[in-house]
C-alpha cells in the first residue's frame, strides 16, 4: 500500500477505554521520583497516596470519556514551509521538503472528555486528591497519546512517522509551541469530528486533559 | 488538657501525614476545652511551616507535602467551627484566584492548602476569575489578592487585575505567583509580592502584609 493509500484508509476513531489507560497511567505515577520517594518510605503516607491514588483512578473511571479522533489534513509547500488545512502556516523547510516528496500530514485530538471541575466536585472539593487526580489524569492522557501514536504506526508499516508536537498541556508557558489562533485553525479543521474540545483565546485547552498532535508521513 | 508530649506528638503527626493522629489529638484538646487557637498557633502551623521549608528546600517532594498538609486539614476542620464561635481572628483573609483565561488550578490549590495551613482564612475564587470577582473579593475583606497564571498568554493579566483594584480604589495588597512569573515581573507589575512555590506564597503574603515568618 502507498503512503496516499495507507493514509486514506487510517481509521478516523481510535478505541481506548479509561481502564486501559489507567493500567498504564498508575503504575507510571508510582515510577515518578516524587511518587516514587513517598512511597519508598512506606507507614501511613505511603498508604495515603495508594489510597489517594485508588480514588482519583474511581474519580476518572466515572467521570472519563477518553476520545483520540485522527483526521487527514491537506497540506502542501509554500516559499515560507506547509500551508495546513488552508489556514496554518509552518515554516519548516525539512516538512516542506517532505510533503513535496509525497509525504502526508495527519492531526489526532485526544481528551479525557471531563472538566476539571467535575473532577474536584467528585472528590469532596479536596485539595490533595484533586492534585493526585490530575498527576494521574496527565499520565493518562500521555498513555491516550502513546495509544494512538502506536495504532498509526501498527497500521502503516511500510512509512516512516515523524510526531510534531502541537500544543502538551502542564508543561508551562516556556514550552506552549504554537499561537493560539493556529491552535483553533487546526482544531476547526475536526469540524463535527471534534470530541468536544474547544480553546480558550489563551490558548487553553478545555477540557484541560486534551493534546493535538500532527504527524508527519512518508515512504520508509 | 494537652501536655507538651501530646502538642510535640501533634506536631509529628502533621508532619509525617499522620491524619488519624491529628484528628485524634485535637478532638480531645476540643473536648477537654483547650485554647484551641493556641494549640493552631503554637503547634500545628509550625509544624506546616517545617513542611514547607523542607518542600522548599528540595528535600520533600508535591506529595509529601500533600500528605501533610491533608492532615492538617485534618485538625483545621475541628478547629474552625469552635474558632468561629470565639474572637479568633485569623490572620488575615486572603483571596486566590487563577486569572482570567487560566484554567489551571493546580498551583493554585497547593498555595491554598499552605495558607490555610499557615493560619490564613482563604478564599478560593477558582480558575478563570475575572477582574471584577477579584475587586468584589476585597469588598468581602480580603486584605490579599493572589494571583496565579500558568502561560505566557495569561501572564498580561495579572497586570489588568492589579490596574483594576487600582482604579477601584482596592487597597488590598496583591501576590503573584505561578510558572512563568519571576520576581521582576512581579516588580514591573507592581504587585507587592512574588511567591516562587507554595511555602513560598506563604512567606510572599507575610512579606505583603508586614507579618515576620
Partial sequence: MTVPDAFRALPRHLAVTTRELLAVARPRIARQTQYAA???????????VDDWLDRAADCMTALAQPA?????LTARATPGGVLIAETVTIGDAGIAADILAGGRLTACLMTLGYGQEAAFARLGRDYALHHVQTDLAREALFALARAADRDQRARLPGSRLRRIPVQAHGLCGQRHLWDPAQVQALLSAFGTANPGVRQT???????????????????? | MLTEEDKDELFDAICEGDRETVVALVTRARDEGEDLGALLKDAMIPAMAQVGDLFS??????????VSARAMQGGIDIIEPVLALSDHEPLARVSIGSVKGDLHDIGKNLVVMMLKGAGFEVEDLGVDVSNDAFAEACDRGASVICLSALLTTTRPQMLHVVNHLKSKGKTAK???GGAVITQDYANAIGADAFGEDAPGAVRAVKRALGLGN
Wanted: no cysteine; charged share 20%.
Fill in chain 1, 68 to 72: 483520540a479522533v485522527r483526521i487527514p
Fill in chain 1, 38 to 48: 513517598l512511597i519508598a518510605k512506606g507507614g501511613r503516607r505511603a498508604a495515603a
Fill in chain 1, 201 to 220: 483565546d489563551s490558548g487553553f485547552f478545555d477540557p484541560l486533559h486534551a493534546l493535538l498532535s500532527l504527524t508527519l508521513i512518508r515512504a520508509a
Fill in chain 2, 174 to 176: 496583591v501576590v503573584i
Fill in chain 2, 57 to 66: 528546600a528540595g528535600e520533600i517532594f508535591v506529595p509529601e507535602m500533600l
